[in-house]
Structures are given as C-alpha cells and as structure tokens.
C-alpha cells in the first residue's frame, strides 16, 4: 500500500510530504520512502522495529514483571530521573502525570543545546519566525555555525529554493551567508550556479565575531581590522546587507554552538536581530526540535510551567537550568533512578551509570550496559498515531500510523507504571 | 443521580429570576423540572441564605495556545512565587499570570467558573492551543479562530472575491480549528508589519494587499452573520494602546455598518489626545457610542495593578510597545503567512500616570455602559491582570466606597483626568450575574449553559452572600460542573474534563480543492495536517466536542 502526506519526525523541519510503501508479505514491518524522502527520512521509516521482549535484570520478562519492578525502583527512589523524553505530545504527556506522582525530575536528551535558547527567552527574550513565512519571504538568509543541511536535510529545497512564493518573488535572488565554520556550503548554491558568501571561522570564536557583528549593526565603530581571522571590513559589508534586507533570517543551530555559555552568543544573534527591526524586517530562526525535543519543552511548560530541568521532588514544579540537568544529576549522584526513554531510534541508549536504570523505547535499543529493566514500546509516527511540534515551536503535526505493532505505546506503559505509585 | 438545591436565592437573568428564593433540581448533569414528589432526590443541598447563580462564564481569556506558553516559559521567576503543589486529587503547577493548565483550571473552578474561551486560535497554531485546553481540567473550553492578517482571506479580498467564496473559506477555518468563533486582530496589520509597517489605521491600505482593515472588519462581519455563526465578529481593533485610538474604535463600530460585532478589552482603545501628557479617556464617548448602537457589544480588559504578562496576537502593537514592559523581556513572532504573536511582560503601577488612567478608564467603561447583556467582565487575562483577580474588579463594580477609595490612591494626575470619582452606579448581583453569565452565554451562542432553566447544563454556582463582594467571589461554597459537586468551600473536591465547545456551519466543500492547492504550492504543511479532528481534542478521555447549532446560512445582504 502507497501512504501520501506522510509527517517525518527524523528531523526537526517534520516535513509532511512524503509517500511511504508499506509492507509486502515477504517483509511485513518493512517500509520505504518512495516520495520527498532525505538521508534522515530513510533510516527512520525503512529501519526495522521487530518486537522484542521486556527484560528484567537481563531476564525476559512479562510486561507486569517489568513494570511492577519498575515501580519498586521508583518507590524506593529519592531523586528520580525522567530522562531522554524522546517521544511525542501523547507520550511526553504521560510523562508529565508520572513525573508529578513520583516527585520526578525532568529533562531532556538534548536539553545541553536547546537549553542556551531557552536561557535566552527566560532572560532578555527574541523575535523569531516560522518555516512557511522563510519560505515566502526571505531576501538574505544568514547561516551561523552550521551547512543546516546534515541536520535538517530538506531545508534548503523546501525554505529557500522553492519555486513560487505568495509574494512573487524570485527565489533564485536569494542571497546565502554562511557565517563561522567551515560548512559544505553546495546546499547555498542558487539554482543558476551562483554561489553563497562564506566567512569562515573557528565556531569557538564566534562569540567575538557575533560581538563584532552586532556592534556594526548598532553602528558602532570597531578599532580592530579583523576578528577571527574575518576582515572587519567584510563584517562591515555584512551588517549594511542585513540592514538593507527587507526580510533578513539569521538562523543557527544551538546544537552547534558547543562552547561555554553559548547562551550568550545566541543572545548577541538575537539581540542583533531585534536591533535591525527598528528599522527593516529581520527574524531568528533557531533550528532544532530533534528527537521530540519540542515536544518535550512544549508540554512541560504547560503542564508544569517550566521547560526542561524541572523536578517535582518537593510536590510543586521547581526549575533549575543548571542543577537539574541529566549530566549534573548523574555524576554527583543526587539522582538515585533513571527511567530513560527513547521510542524513535535505536541510537540513544542510556549513558552506562551505576544509578538503577529502566530503559524505554525502541525495541532495537543499543543498550551499552544492560538496564534493570528494559521495555520495548512501539514507535511513534510508523506504528502508532501521535502529534509532533515543529523546530518553529508553531506548527505541530499529526504523526501516522503505518504498520501494525503489538507493542505498547509509552504512554500506556508510563500509565501502568503510575498506577503502582502513590502520591507522597 | 438527582441533586436537589433547596431554598437559595437564585439569580437566573435568562429567565428574569431576580433573587428569588426557589429550588432546583439536576438529574444526569441536566437541570429539570420539579420532580414528582414520589421520585426519590439522591442529594439534597440545603441552600437557604445562599445566593445561587449559573456558573460563570470567562467568554475572553488566554488559556491555550502557543503565545501563553511562550509567556509561561519566559516567566519563571512569575512561578516561583506561586507554587502548587499536588494532592490526593489536584496535580502540582503553578500559578499566576501564565499558570500551568492544570492550575488554570482548578482556579478558574475554585472561582465559580465552568468555561473559559481562548480568543485568539491562530489557524495553523489550534491544534496546540486544543492540546493546552485539553489539559486544563473541569471548566468548559472553546475558542476563536483567527482571521484577518492571513495571506488567504487577503488574497481573496484583494482578488475581489464575492462573498460566497469567503464565507465558505470562513466556515472552513472554523471546521479546521474547531472553533466557536472567529477573530480577527488589528485587521491586516500583522501581515502589514511582515512588510515593514508599523502602523495601519483603519482606512490605510495593507501595502502589499492594497487592502485596508475597514474591508476586511466588514467582509469577516458579514461572513460570521451570513454562516448563522452566533458569535459575532470578534474584534481587537487597530492601533492598540495609542493615544487618539478613540477615533479608530469609534468609526470601527460606524464600518461594521449593523452587522453585529464584538469590541474586545475595549478598555486598550478607548484613549484620547487630550490634557498636558496627550493622554486622556475616550471612555464617555465610547460608551455613549455601545449605548447607542444595538449591534456592538464589548468585553472591558480592565487592567489591575501588579505584575502580569501580555500576549497577543498582534505582533506589530507588541513590538512598538515593547520598550515599556517589565521586566525588559519580550518575544515576537511571524507565524506562518497567517497571523503573529507578541509577548511582553507588564507591571501596571497605580502612581504611574498611564496605567492609573486605563485602570480609570476601564472603571468608568463598564459603569457608563448602561446595558449589561452587552459589556462583559474581562481583564483579558492575562493582558491586563491574571484572572484571578476577578472577584476583586466585581467589588471594584459592587462598592462604590471601596471603588472611590481605591480611585484616591491612584496618580493623582491621572484622577484629575477621570470622571470615576463621581460615578455613582453600583453593579446589582442581578447585574454581575448576566455579565458573566447570561450574557455571556448569549454572546458565545452557548444555548444550554449560562442559565438555571429545564434543560441547561447543571453547571451551578452557590456563594455566601456577604457585603464583601470580593470575598464572597473568590470562594464558593459549591460548584457542580455538568451535575457533579466539583468544588466545596472554595477548594475542588473532584477532577472532571469539560467539552469542548465549536460550531460547524455548512458551507461548499469543493472550496477545499482550491485550499488545498493553495497550500501544496505555498506553505511547507499540507492542508490536511491543518485540521485538528476529534480525536485530538478528546484522546486520552480529556472531555469532548459539543457541536453548537449555526441558525443555517441568513438571508444573502448582497
Ligand atoms: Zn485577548
């Protein structure tokens, strides 16, 4: 059978225009990408997810084993951990109810990255836009820090080299920066060949460069002739572009920006940005939402109030963008259970720890250390329906269903798991 | 189950009950009859002494949707100082000016409340703002869909389309979001900020479009009565917040040319030029003018002191009023070639010259409006204070000693500018009970809820009377929702999820091939993923769609 209008959720751009073929007899969990696919796409739908049985201290067991003796290890834990919440908007929600009846902290497996974005919204804020307003109305698309496409392999076919916008422009006018990096640029290339300005950088020095940048911006004058080994000149070039632009799009991946208190920088971008607004049209675009990580910060704040690094441990929701993450909470030791969950991909195991783990998720899971226990689930967007929010943190869209599974949804675990605790 | 309410004083507005001691009867969450004597009454609630209304009605308040929570991750600080931790039957949260779902709901019962309306469900945003209403527990929910600023509905309006072809494009937008009405929010001047305007009066051209918010009020006015939609046209006009903003409210109410229109926080358009700071009330003539016209009502979005958080959907009013929140935070977005957001956080401060003159102004709207079934009691939460302020502003309404009080202790420069201090007028219960609930049933087009009638939803409200008004509103001594006893002695005794309330007028579907088009060739979702079904509102047992009738498609006006 051919499925249109599929939603991908192996990146973060959930593109919703793909075809899918489902099983043959000989295969019957097989699918392929016949439409629209990318190199992320293909390895999401065609990878197998054949059930595998719930483990129990490296044991097969029973899906009541398994869950009975995961509440006893968050019964008797002080400072459990939910970690990973690699799931969709249902799932994370269960996630949400137990965390709340275990006194559990919460976080995400990417919360290192998106959590600089987020320090910057709770802390001076940003103007931002969203996919289909790129698509129809960017003029100077600044890239900082990444190629975008080995992460959002579509963006620049679906967001910049479209054929036709609302507002009749022609897209292959479209000027391309990249800025800091040493990024595959091919991706920039205008469909007549024109190729994309590159000023390179070392990534770790793009918090000066960023200064610089925004300092021209604010129209400020710079002593220095070069910063990072960029001509001010070059910079200066760059800040008259943006503000002549009639609808600029800065756009980086916090992912990428992997140095201490990158947050700052993502503020100087976005700063930056509201500067040239006072004059012209100018918007971030911060791409991410990989591994449900939107969904995870989307219905935490609603259910809790806060985003990621949340702990329930004293009854009310308490944040702490520093002390309550996965990393921290491990190595001291303060987290004393982990319940992990991964129900995308095989490829986000558990980090190997001494604290009691539960493993859930795919049932291919490449488990580095065998967990207390382990319960398989069924994935969402291929064998069960879910809704996903976009990286823009806007739009979300409904994932499908392709193939039957006869394993369980997370949420359904989750809640069973819940069932066995009281609230304290 | 059949529940017996013995001997309150009941305030029913739909059925003219003004404080008459009587008895009412539920059964399976429905208000009935008398009973015959011989049927068995399950529960009895002995009520003598106590005043009994409907439950009330929140017909503005922003609950769900992507800006609230773009507002509840900027404010932690906000939610440190109101945690809520968990109970046997409540789940933790927290509260205040952007409160968690959960919280939101449990208040807005605690309150008396049994429905809440999110106004402003930006189309390609509604499956959120369904999901965040699907997690807040008990009350009732519902929203507005936004239009106006949409490439869509501009493209048609500057294509000349007749108004067949936006009426169904209309009804298509209610069906895809589910909504129980539609918005529009300083018509066409989102979409006019994306091409770099910062201000759009309202016979000014959208400059891309060379369309002006004039046409685009009148053509949603005319599409909202002619799809039978009984909600009107919901407004938030242009020029939000500017000095001599008056004028534009004013001619608003001239260009629905008598199709019936909802002005919403009224209070953030009703200012004048006039005085030494250029800022005066435009709230007499405001008034005068909803006296006047029999097809306007109004919401007030009275502001309150204290911290709260602006979010709106018009992102170019955020963005020129950015520099005067608190603390200095804001977001504003582009959102889809369909609408905008803004969010900024706001402390109104009572010796601040401005603030205190549109907490006056407010004041002085909903005292000089004369008819209540037309001006309804909002702080269009959380824009001008969070909603748990409302049993405060109704005593701000009820007593006028304290109101005048109150008025001594603002800028003194702002009293001298306001006729508050010698209004007179006290709002009755009768009053306060048709504001905020028969008339607010009335105006969303809620036929069964909002009244103590056979047949009404038995969503019932019972306070203790007490001179304190304020007092008396923040703590009921009983809520039922839908029959069931939700709430005793201000504090809820049982979690229940309300519907979700949408109406689904008839229109041409073969409108969905052209949309459906439209979107291959310009958006990066297909149409079909736009559409939030049933399913995605009810999952996991959160309530469900009550369906409101459309009065069919009214006479064609040409
Ligand atoms: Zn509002």
Same mark, same amino acid.
């Given at each position: 059978?051919?499925?249109?209008?599929?939603?991908?959720?192996?990146?973060?751009?959930?593109?919703?225009?793909?075809?899918?073929?489902?099983?043959?007899?000989?295969?019957?969990?097989?699918?392929?990408?016949?439409?629209?696919?990318?190199?992320?796409?293909?390895?999401?739908?065609?990878?197998?997810?054949?059930?595998?049985?719930?483990?129990?201290?490296?044991?097969?067991?029973?899906?009541?084993?398994?869950?009975?003796?995961?509440?006893?290890?968050?019964?008797?834990?002080?400072?459990?951990?939910?970690?990973?919440?690699?799931?969709?908007?249902?799932?994370?929600?269960?996630?949400?109810?137990?965390?709340?009846?275990?006194?559990?902290?919460?976080?995400?497996?990417?919360?290192?990255?998106?959590?600089?974005?987020?320090?910057? %919204? /709770? !802390?001076?804020?940003?103007?931002?836009? $969203? +996919?289909?307003?790129?698509?129809?109305?960017?003029? #100077?698309? *600044?890239?900082?820090?990444?190629?975008?496409?080995?992460?959002?392999?579509?963006?620049?076919?679906?967001?910049?080299?479209?054929?036709?916008?609302?507002?009749?422009?022609?897209?292959?006018?479209?000027?391309?920066?990249?800025?800091?990096?040493?990024?595959?640029?091919?991706?920039?290339?205008?469909?007549?060949?024109?190729?994309?300005?590159?000023?390179?950088?070392?990534?770790?020095?793009?918090?000066?460069?960023?200064?610089?940048?925004?300092?021209?911006?604010?129209?400020?004058?710079?002593?220095?002739?070069?910063?990072?080994?960029?001509?001010?000149?070059?910079?200066?070039?760059?800040?008259?572009?943006?503000?002549?632009?009639?609808?600029?799009?800065?756009?980086?991946?916090?992912?990428?920006?992997?140095?201490?208190?990158?947050?700052?920088? %993502? /503020? !100087?971008?976005?700063?930056?940005?509201? $500067? +040239?607004?006072?004059?012209?049209?100018?918007?971030? #675009?911060? *791409?991410?939402?990989?591994?449900?990580?939107?969904?995870?910060?989307?219905?935490?704040?609603?259910?809790?109030?806060?985003?990621?690094?949340?702990?329930?441990?004293?009854?009310?929701?308490?944040?702490?963008?520093?002390?309550?993450?996965?990393?921290?909470?491990?190595?001291?030791?303060?987290?004393?259970?982990?319940?992990?969950?991964?129900?995308?991909?095989?490829?986000?195991?558990?980090?190997?720890?001494?604290?009691?783990?539960?493993?859930?998720?795919?049932?291919?899971?490449?488990?580095?250390?065998?967990?207390?226990?382990?319960?398989?689930?069924?994935?969402?967007?291929?064998?069960?329906?879910?809704?996903?929010?976009?990286?823009?943190?806007?739009?979300?869209?409904?994932?499908?269903?392709?193939?039957?599974?006869?394993?369980?949804?997370?949420?359904?675990?989750?809640?069973?798991?819940?069932? $066995? +605790?009281?609230?304290? | 189950?059949?529940?017996?309410?013995?001997?309150?004083?009941?305030?029913?507005?739909?059925?003219?009950?003004?404080?008459?001691?009587?008895?009412?009867?539920?059964?399976?969450?429905?208000?009935?009859?008398?009973?015959?004597?011989?049927?068995?009454?399950?529960?009895?609630?002995?009520?003598?002494?106590?005043?009994?209304?409907?439950?009330?009605?929140?017909?503005?308040?922003?609950?769900?949707?992507?800006?609230?929570?773009?507002?509840?991750?900027?404010?932690?600080?906000?939610?440190?100082?109101?945690?809520?931790?968990?109970?046997?039957?409540?789940?933790?949260?927290?509260?205040?000016?952007?409160?968690?779902?959960?919280?939101?709901?449990?208040?807005?019962?605690?309150?008396?409340?049994?429905?809440?309306?999110?106004?402003?469900?930006?189309?390609?945003?509604?499956?959120?703002?369904?999901?965040?209403?699907?997690?807040?527990?008990?009350?009732?929910?519902?929203?507005?869909?936004?239009?106006?600023?949409?490439?869509?509905?501009?493209?048609?309006?500057?294509?000349?389309?007749?108004?067949?072809?936006?009426?169904?494009?209309?009804?298509?937008?209610?069906?895809?979001?589910?909504?129980?009405?539609?918005?529009?929010?300083?018509?066409?001047?989102?979409?006019?900020?994306?091409?770099?305007?910062?201000?759009?009066?309202?016979?000014?051209?959208?400059?891309?479009?060379?369309?002006?918010?004039?046409?685009?009020?009148?053509?949603?006015?005319?599409?909202?009565?002619?799809?039978?939609?009984?909600?009107?046209?919901?407004?938030?006009?242009?020029?939000?917040?500017?000095?001599?903003?008056?004028?534009?409210?004013?001619?608003?109410?001239?260009?629905?040319?008598?199709?019936?229109?909802?002005?919403?926080?009224?209070?953030?358009?009703?200012?004048?030029?006039?005085?030494?700071?250029?800022?005066?009330?435009?709230?007499?003539?405001?008034?005068?003018?909803?006296?006047?016209?029999?097809?306007?009502?109004?919401?007030?979005?009275?502001?309150?002191?204290?911290?709260?958080?602006?979010?709106?959907?018009?992102?170019?009013?955020?963005?020129?009023?950015?520099?005067?929140?608190?603390?200095?935070?804001?977001?504003?977005?582009?959102?889809?070639?369909?609408?905008?957001?803004?969010?900024?956080?706001?402390?109104?401060?009572?010796?601040?010259?401005?603030?205190?003159?549109?907490?006056?102004?407010?004041?002085?709207?909903?005292?000089?409006?004369?008819?209540?079934?037309?001006?309804?009691?909002?702080?269009?939460?959380?824009?001008?204070?969070?909603?748990?302020?409302?049993?405060?502003?109704?005593?701000?309404?009820?007593?006028?000693?304290?109101?005048?009080?109150?008025?001594?202790?603002?800028?003194?420069?702002?009293?001298?500018?306001?006729?508050?201090?010698?209004?007179?007028?006290?709002?009755?219960?009768?009053?306060?009970?048709?504001?905020?609930?028969?008339?607010?049933?009335?105006?969303?087009?809620?036929?069964?809820?909002?009244?103590?009638?056979?047949?009404?939803?038995?969503?019932?409200?019972?306070?203790?009377?007490?001179?304190?008004?304020?007092?008396?509103?923040?703590?009921?001594?009983?809520?039922?929702?839908?029959?069931?006893?939700?709430?005793?002695?201000?504090?809820?005794?049982?979690?229940?999820?309300?519907?979700?309330?949408?109406?689904?007028?008839?229109?041409?579907?073969?409108?969905?091939?052209?949309?459906?088009?439209?979107?291959?060739?310009?958006?990066?979702?297909?149409?079909?993923?736009?559409?939030?079904?049933?399913?995605?509102?009810?999952?996991?047992?959160?309530?469900?769609?009550?369906?409101?009738?459309?009065?069919?498609?009214?006479?064609?006006?040409?």
């Amino acid at each position: 059978m051919v499925i249109e209008n599929v939603t991908c959720p192996a990146c973060g751009l959930l593109c919703d225009d793909l075809t899918i073929e489902t099983a043959t007899d000989s295969a019957k969990d097989k699918l392929s990408v016949v439409k629209n696919g990318c190199h992320k796409s293909v390895v999401f739908f065609s990878r197998s997810a054949s059930p595998t049985s719930p483990r129990v201290d490296g044991k097969p067991a029973t899906m009541a084993q398994a869950i009975t003796r995961s509440g006893e290890i968050l019964r008797q834990a002080q400072m459990p951990l939910l970690g990973a919440l690699a799931t969709e908007v249902q799932g994370m929600r269960a996630v949400m109810s137990l965390a709340d009846k275990a006194g559990a902290t919460v976080d995400h497996m990417n919360s290192n990255n998106f959590m600089r974005n987020v320090q910057v %919204v /709770q !802390n001076s804020g940003w103007q931002t836009t $969203t +996919l289909t307003e790129v698509r129809n109305r960017v003029d #100077l698309l *600044l890239v900082i820090g990444t190629d975008i496409v080995s992460t959002f392999p579509r963006f620049f076919e679906r967001q910049i080299w479209n054929g036709e916008t609302m507002f009749g422009q022609d897209t292959s006018k479209r000027e391309i920066v990249y800025l800091g990096g040493d990024p595959d640029t091919t991706a920039g290339v205008a469909p007549d060949g024109r190729k994309p300005d590159v000023l390179p950088c070392a990534i770790v020095q793009l918090p000066e460069v960023i200064a610089v940048l925004r300092a021209l911006v604010l129209g400020k004058r710079v002593v220095a002739h070069e910063v990072a080994g960029i001509a001010v000149a070059d910079l200066e070039k760059l800040a008259a572009r943006l503000k002549a632009a009639r609808y600029s799009v800065v756009t980086w991946a916090a992912a990428t920006l992997d140095f201490e208190h990158a947050e700052l920088t %993502v /503020q !100087n971008i976005v700063e930056l940005v509201k $500067t +040239l607004n006072s004059t012209t049209r100018s918007s971030g #675009l911060p *791409l991410g939402g990989m591994d449900g990580e939107m969904n995870a910060n989307q219905v935490a704040t609603w259910t809790s109030g806060y985003p990621m690094r949340s702990s329930y441990a004293r009854s009310w929701p308490e944040h702490d963008a520093y002390h309550l993450s996965t990393d921290v909470l491990l190595q001291s030791g303060e987290t004393d259970a982990l319940l992990w969950v991964s129900t995308f991909n095989p490829d986000a195991p558990p980090p190997v720890t001494q604290t009691p783990t539960i493993a859930i998720g795919h049932p291919q899971m490449k488990l580095q250390r065998e967990p207390e226990v382990f319960i398989p689930v069924s994935v969402p967007g291929i064998d069960h329906q879910g809704i996903a929010f976009r990286m823009d943190n806007v739009v979300s869209l409904p994932l499908y269903q392709l193939r039957e599974s006869t394993l369980p949804r997370l949420g359904e675990v989750l809640g069973e798991i819940e069932k $066995t +605790l009281k609230t304290n | 189950m059949l529940i017996k309410l013995t001997g309150g004083r009941v305030y029913d507005p739909a059925h003219g009950i003004d404080g008459k001691v009587m008895d009412i009867y539920a059964r399976d969450g429905r208000i009935v009859a008398k009973p015959k004597d011989t049927e068995r009454i399950d529960q009895e609630y002995q009520l003598a002494g106590k005043v009994v209304m409907a439950g009330a009605i929140d017909m503005h308040t922003h609950i769900g949707g992507g800006k609230v929570n773009i507002a509840r991750m900027m404010l932690p600080e906000d939610h440190r100082g109101d945690p809520v931790g968990h109970s046997e039957l409540c789940r933790a949260g927290c509260g205040h000016a952007a409160p968690s779902t959960l919280t939101t709901g449990y208040r807005y019962a605690e309150m008396g409340y049994t429905a809440g309306f999110e106004p402003a469900v930006l189309p390609m945003n509604a499956r959120q703002a369904h999901l965040e209403m699907g997690d807040v527990p008990i009350i009732d929910k519902g929203g507005y869909a936004m239009l106006g600023s949409d490439d869509m509905l501009l493209r048609m309006l500057a294509a000349k389309k007749d108004q067949n072809a936006i009426n169904d494009y209309v009804a298509w937008t209610l069906h895809a979001s589910q909504a129980m009405g539609i918005k529009v929010v300083n018509p066409g001047g989102i979409s006019a900020f994306k091409f770099n305007q910062r201000m759009l009066d309202l016979d000014e051209n959208n400059s891309y479009y060379q369309v002006t918010p004039r046409e685009v009020l009148k053509t949603l006015a005319r599409a909202v009565y002619e799809l039978g939609v009984p909600h009107p046209l919901h407004i938030h006009g242009n020029n939000l917040g500017v000095p001599g903003n008056v004028e534009t409210t004013l001619n608003t109410m001239l260009g629905a040319e008598g199709y019936p229109i909802h002005l919403t926080h009224i209070q953030f358009h009703s200012y004048g030029t006039e005085g030494d700071r250029k800022f005066s009330s435009g709230a007499a003539r405001i008034a005068e003018a909803i006296n006047q016209r029999k097809n306007v009502s109004a919401d007030v979005g009275q502001i309150l002191f204290g911290q709260t958080v602006t979010a709106s959907g018009d992102n170019m009013a955020q963005f020129r009023n950015h520099a005067a929140g608190s603390p200095k935070k804001w977001v504003v977005m582009d959102i889809e070639c369909d609408a905008g957001c803004g969010v900024v956080p706001f402390k109104y401060k009572d010796k601040n010259f401005v603030n205190a003159l549109q907490w006056a102004i407010g004041l002085e709207i909903f005292l000089l409006v004369e008819d209540p079934w037309r001006i309804f009691l909002t702080t269009d939460h959380p824009n001008g204070a969070p909603f748990t302020s409302y049993p405060h502003l109704i005593r701000l309404l009820m007593d006028k000693t304290f109101r005048k009080e109150a008025f001594s202790r603002i800028s003194p420069d702002a009293q001298a500018m306001s006729t508050l201090g010698s209004i007179e007028r006290e709002y009755t219960l009768y009053e306060i009970a048709i504001m905020t609930r028969a008339g607010a049933a009335k105006l969303v087009g809620l036929h069964d809820r909002g009244h103590l009638g056979a047949g009404a939803a038995a969503d019932i409200t019972v306070y203790t009377d007490d001179a304190d008004r304020e007092k008396m509103f923040t703590k009921p001594d009983h809520v039922f929702k839908d029959g069931q006893l939700v709430v005793k002695d201000g504090s809820v005794v049982k979690v229940t999820w309300g519907a979700t309330h949408v109406v689904k007028p008839e229109f041409d579907r073969g409108i969905e091939k052209d949309i459906a088009k439209y979107f291959d060739a310009y958006h990066t979702v297909r149409m079909e993923h736009v559409k939030v079904t049933d399913q995605h509102i009810a999952d996991d047992g959160r309530g469900h769609v009550q369906v409101h009738e459309c009065k069919g498609r009214r006479e064609k006006t040409t």
